[in-house]
């Protein structure tokens, strides 16, 4: 997994939103292993403290579940990964709508640009 952090804002919540678009993904499959603490750690460059509040995060919102003796698994839940799956979408597009408005283009245009952008690929 790439990681991309920034210190413009706390590094938990991105860890936490990196690891949720990856589930989302299906780069951890539902009902999978999950990596441990000290392996995500090491893997994104960041002290297992922050690690751990991201995971703590994770499974308060359901995402992962802790088993004491088998480490952690990807939910299971269908409609949690779907419903975030959606809400993602939804706001990249509309900060990609906000992004296109801001240099004169109106929802209409972007979806004619987008439409049109899919006949060129097919």
Do not use: C, H
Not at 106 to 111: M, Y
Request: hydrophobic share 40%; glycine share 8%.
């Amino acid at each position: 997994m790439k990681w991309k952090l920034d210190d413009s804002r706390p590094i938990w919540p991105q860890l936490k939103e990196q690891l949720v678009i990856a589930i989302v993904a299906g780069e951890y499959p539902m009902g999978g292993s999950f990596p441990t603490v000290r392996e995500l750690a090491e893997e994104a460059g960041v002290n297992r403290n922050t690690m751990q509040r991201a995971l703590g995060e994770l499974e308060n919102d359901g995402f992962v579940i802790t088993n004491r003796t088998a480490g952690r698994t990807v939910t299971t839940d269908e409609g949690l990964v779907a419903q975030m799956k959606e809400s993602i979408a939804k706001q990249n597009i509309e900060t990609f709508i906000a992004e296109m408005a801001a240099i004169g283009y109106t929802a209409e245009d972007v979806v004619k640009m987008i439409n049109e952008r899919g006949v060129e690929q097919k």
